[in-house]
């Protein structure tokens, strides 16, 4: 089983000014993913304490706003999917609503309004909620890819709640994508995965589970199906992520599937919420069927910023150098969330 969990820590030395200038040293952690073998850089020293932010100013003014995904006008001034993709216009599951996103960045891309409520506070978002809008953004691609089979090859389903995490209305709803080539991340897990497999007879993230439920100290636990884990290589703070095992392709999902998937986003969501970390990225991540040795899994990140209204937790080091980082250690993380699962 060739899953190694590699990382080396780096020690610092300073003159310290709080202590009268003698020296210092400082522990932090470069890791190595250990599927892409992408850094990710831990400063584990600054005791991160976020005060809760308050959207509520926000979510006021943005009442009084024009919002295209309120049941008022929706119907009016969204648009409709072609009838080869959706014949009855709009795809609708539950209180869920996927619509063709206005502003496309890929070839087939589809907005999922999770729900008719403007503004769902964190602690409200349910699995039902989840489940209805998963499933229709599934549809959606299940669809695109039966009627243009070259053009949504490689599909994504995202979720940016909140303006911290890119967010750019408050109503919440998810971000749906294929097309004829993965994204840059996930042709590496792809084509890792497909490797691993090819090398080793044996899948990675059911070796991945394993390994972790033998090294015990990220593994967090099971709903359902899906295995948890708290991110060994995080790409940002608080990253978990979500293994459903024998499962690859959008086709492959069944709403027991989604349940339990959404059954532990909402433990992460509160445990985020209990930290006041008021907002997130989530993505579920899929290959094709040749592409032996992917399994579909889920990621779910914290946003935050450590100054309230403005600044931001993106920095140079993701922008311009493509290296994650967090605060807080992965090993800290699990011992905290764990007791909810
Ligand atoms: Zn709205």
């Not at 009442?63 to 709009?90: H, L, M, N, S, Y």
Request: hydrophobic share 40%; aromatic share 12%.
């Amino acid at each position: 089983m060739p899953v190694k969990f590699i990382k080396t820590v780096n020690k610092s030395t300073f003159l310290d000014p709080a202590n009268n200038f003698a020296p210092k040293t400082v522990n932090t952690e470069v890791r190595y993913d250990p599927l892409t073998g992408q850094i990710s850089r831990i400063f584990p020293f600054r005791k991160l304490i976020l005060h809760r932010h308050d959207w509520t100013p926000f979510v006021e003014e943005s009442k009084q706003k024009f919002c295209p995904f309120c049941p008022a006008v929706v119907e009016k001034v969204t648009p409709k999917f072609p009838a080869d993709i959706a014949p009855e216009g709009r795809i609708r599951v539950g209180d869920a609503l996927a619509i063709p996103n206005l502003n496309p960045y890929e070839k087939h891309a589809a907005v999922v309004i999770m729900s008719s409520r403007h503004y769902i506070p964190m602690e409200e978002v349910d699995v039902r909620l989840m489940v209805d809008s998963f499933r229709a953004g599934l549809e959606y691609l299940q669809r695109s890819t039966g009627a243009d089979p070259d053009g949504a090859r490689y599909a994504s389903v995202n979720w940016n709640y909140m303006p911290y995490a890119g967010g750019s209305l408050i109503h919440p709803h998810l971000q749906v994508l294929a097309g004829a080539r993965p994204c840059t991340y996930d042709r590496h897990l792809i084509n890792a995965s497909v490797e691993y497999f090819k090398s080793y007879n044996s899948n990675y993230w059911t070796d991945l589970i394993d390994a972790e439920i033998k090294h015990g100290e990220r593994y967090l636990g099971k709903t359902g199906r899906v295995h948890w884990l708290s991110t060994f290589a995080p790409r940002h703070v608080g990253d978990i992520t979500g293994i459903i095992p024998g499962k690859q392709t959008v086709d492959d999902l069944n709403d027991s599937d989604l349940t339990d998937l959404a059954g532990g986003f909402k433990k992460i969501i509160d445990y985020y919420s209990r930290c006041n970390i008021v907002s997130f990225n989530a993505a579920l991540y899929f290959a094709r069927r040749e592409d032996t040795g992917f399994t579909v899994h889920a990621r779910i990140v914290g946003r935050f910023t450590i100054f309230p209204l403005v600044g931001s937790d993106i920095t140079h080091m993701q922008i311009l150098h493509d290296d994650p980082w967090t605060v807080i250690l992965p090993e800290t993380i699990a011992g905290e969330l764990r007791a909810l699962f």
